[in-house]
Structure formats: structure tokens, C-alpha cells
């Protein structure tokens, strides 16, 4: 993410593995199940204790950052079975998958800020766990370096599709960044996307108005601001003016549906969206 210093972790990061491993102790933990998540924090690990504090705020992000884990995953399973051989993590955090991953032959390649992907790597020697086989770490100075350029240099080959999961990242970016990014995962033929981003406050319910005030207060407290809004309608546009011509966009309604939780009331429009685009041809 940008505007982190040099040498600390994304504090953004830190809370959405909290919120995975807290997950494993919920009622729902059957919705994402991650082994490691636990593991992966030490110290800083959540306690089952920690549920009975949640309130409705703290549920609705929890619920989200699972579904969408669940989702971008089921959907990856998807172009596996296709073929897809190759796995690209923006903006990683302290995701684990490339610690479960489940597939032989398929290569995770692994990419954030320089300082995050230090201190993940700590975490992972820390738990007594040993780094991935089959993954390939890409610290990428967004400011600095090119993504394109760090990811040919760490092997990822353009000419085959790769899977993007790039969750919990693009409402820190400015547009010309998103774009920048969704402009070069289309120009690789057969590549797709997942990503998550939210909607602006004049195009939200009341109730999710009220969220997107909420939340967007506690990131800009702790110095990472969202930055990016996006809308449905022209986003689906400028996916495909770019070449993807496959997009499946879910809202939170959506989303509950998908998981047979039913949708509370009123929730249709509370502006947050996991998105997929695929460039088939």
C-alpha cells in the first residue's frame, strides 16, 4: 500500500489477519478456514474471547474479509481446473494461501511493499513454519518500481494466464494506479482478476453511508486513507473498454446470497463489491 514508511508494516494488514484468524473461532469459520491464521500472527493473535467484544461493525468487516477470501479462492479453483498455472498475490499482507495452496505445479507469486513482505517473512520463521515451496516473494516499491518489470524478473511468464487476487488493496490506490494494473493483467490473454473495492457515498443507503464513514475514519486515523471510489456501471465499462470480457461483480447482497446467509435488510446498497474480470481470448 502506498504511504507506509520504509520500515514498518501496513497497519491495514495487520487488522484484516486479525479479523481471518478471529474468523476461525466464529460460528461462520466454516465460510473460510485458514489453518494458518493463527499461526502467522504470534503474539499479536486474536483470543475466541475477542468475539464476545465484536460489535456489528466488527462483524460485517469480519464476514466480508472471509467471503471475499472464499470467493477469490473458489474462483481460482475454477481456472485451475482450466489450466491456469500460475498465481499472482497483490498486496499480500499476511495472506496465507501460498502456505496452503493445494496445488501441485501451480507457482504463488507473492507481491507487496518491500517493509510488509519483510516483516511477513518474519512472522512466517517465527511460527516455525517454513517458507512455501512453489512461491516466489516480489517486494515492489509501487512509487518506485515497475510491477510488470519485478514480476518478469521473479519468473512469472507473460505468454501463459496467471490468477490475480488482489483483495483489501485497491481503495488505498489512486485510480491511475488501479487502472495502471487492471490495463497490465489484461494485456496477459486468459489472465483474471479479483479484487475487492467500494462504492461512493452519494451511490449508498443510508445504513451504508453510515459504514463507509465509519471505516473510512479508522484508516485514515491510523494513516492509510481510502483514496479510490469506484462505480459499478463505469467500472464494468472500463473492465471491458481494457479487454476483459468476462466480469462477474457481487455486492454484499450478493454476497449473503451466495453463502445462504440471509440478507439483512436495507443492506442491497452498502457500497462494498468483490469483483471478477477474466480476459478469455
Same mark, same amino acid.
Given at each position: 500500500?502506498?504511504?507506509?514508511?520504509?520500515?514498518?508494516?501496513?497497519?491495514?494488514?495487520?487488522?484484516?489477519?486479525?479479523?481471518?484468524?478471529?474468523?476461525?473461532?466464529?460460528?461462520?469459520? +466454516?465460510?473460510? $478456514?485458514?489453518?494458518? /491464521?493463527? &499461526?502467522? !500472527?504470534? *503474539?499479536? @493473535?486474536?483470543? #475466541?474471547?475477542?468475539?464476545?467484544?465484536?460489535?456489528?461493525?466488527?462483524?460485517?468487516?469480519?464476514?466480508?474479509?472471509?467471503?471475499?477470501?472464499?470467493?477469490?479462492?473458489?474462483?481460482?479453483?475454477?481456472?485451475?481446473?482450466?489450466?491456469?498455472?500460475?498465481?499472482?498475490?497483490?498486496?499480500?499482507?499476511?495472506?496465507?494461501?501460498?502456505?496452503?495452496?493445494?496445488?501441485?505445479?501451480?507457482?504463488?507469486?507473492?507481491?507487496?511493499?518491500?517493509?510488509?513482505? +519483510?516483516?511477513? $517473512?518474519?512472522?512466517? /520463521?517465527? &511460527?516455525? !513454519?517454513? *517458507?512455501? @515451496?512453489?512461491? #516466489?516473494?516480489?517486494?515492489?516499491?509501487?512509487?518506485?518500481?515497475?510491477?510488470?518489470?519485478?514480476?518478469?524478473?521473479?519468473?512469472?511468464?507473460?505468454?501463459?494466464?496467471?490468477?490475480?487476487?488482489?483483495?483489501?488493496?485497491?481503495?488505498?490506490?489512486?485510480?491511475?494506479?488501479?487502472?495502471?494494473?487492471?490495463?497490465?493483467?489484461?494485456?496477459?490473454?486468459?489472465?483474471?482478476?479479483?479484487?475487492?473495492?467500494?462504492?461512493?457515498?452519494?451511490?449508498?443507503? +443510508?445504513?451504508?453511508?453510515?459504514?463507509? /464513514?465509519?471505516?473510512?475514519?479508522?484508516?485514515? @486515523?491510523?494513516?492509510?486513507?481510502?483514496?479510490?471510489?469506484?462505480?459499478?456501471?463505469?467500472?464494468?465499462?472500463?473492465?471491458?473498454?481494457?479487454?476483459?470480457?468476462?466480469?462477474?461483480?457481487?455486492?454484499?447482497?450478493?454476497?449473503?446470497?451466495?453463502?445462504?446467509?440471509?440478507?439483512?435488510?436495507?443492506?442491497?446498497?452498502?457500497?462494498?463489491?468483490?469483483?471478477?474480470?477474466?480476459?478469455?481470448?
Amino acid at each position: 500500500m502506498t504511504g507506509m514508511e520504509d520500515a514498518t508494516p501496513s497497519r491495514t494488514a495487520l487488522r484484516v489477519a486479525r479479523l481471518r484468524a478471529l474468523h476461525q473461532f466464529s460460528p461462520q469459520a +466454516a465460510l473460510f $478456514r485458514d489453518p494458518y /491464521a493463527l &499461526a502467522i !500472527l504470534g *503474539e499479536a @493473535a486474536p483470543n #475466541a474471547g475477542e468475539l464476545s467484544q465484536e460489535d456489528e461493525h466488527g462483524r460485517r468487516m469480519r464476514l466480508f474479509v472471509a467471503s471475499r477470501a472464499r470467493l477469490a479462492e473458489d474462483w481460482l479453483a475454477a481456472a485451475v481446473r482450466r489450466g491456469v498455472r500460475q498465481v499472482v498475490v497483490l498486496g499480500a499482507g499476511l495472506d496465507t494461501f501460498a502456505l496452503r495452496n493445494p496445488y501441485p505445479g501451480v507457482t504463488v507469486f507473492e507481491v507487496d511493499h518491500p517493509a510488509t513482505q +519483510a516483516w511477513k $517473512r518474519q512472522r512466517i /520463521a517465527e &511460527a516455525g !513454519l517454513a *517458507e512455501p @515451496a512453489g512461491a #516466489a516473494f516480489v517486494p515492489v516499491n509501487f512509487e518506485r518500481q515497475s510491477l510488470a518489470g519485478e514480476l518478469a524478473a521473479a519468473g512469472l511468464n507473460t505468454t501463459e494466464p496467471s490468477f490475480f487476487i488482489w483483495l483489501g488493496v485497491v481503495p488505498y490506490l489512486t485510480r491511475e494506479a488501479i487502472f495502471t494494473t487492471l490495463d497490465y493483467i489484461a494485456g496477459i490473454p486468459g489472465s483474471e482478476v479479483v479484487f475487492d473495492y467500494s462504492e461512493p457515498a452519494g451511490n449508498r443507503d +443510508a445504513a451504508g453511508q453510515a459504514t463507509l /464513514a465509519f471505516y473510512a475514519a479508522r484508516v485514515a @486515523a491510523i494513516g492509510e486513507p481510502w483514496i479510490s471510489f469506484l462505480v459499478p456501471d463505469e467500472l464494468a465499462k472500463s473492465l471491458a473498454d481494457l479487454g476483459f470480457d468476462e466480469i462477474e461483480d457481487l455486492d454484499n447482497g450478493d454476497i449473503a446470497v451466495r453463502f445462504a446467509r440471509t440478507p439483512e435488510a436495507g443492506r442491497r446498497n452498502s457500497g462494498g463489491h468483490i469483483l471478477r474480470a477474466r480476459r478469455s481470448v
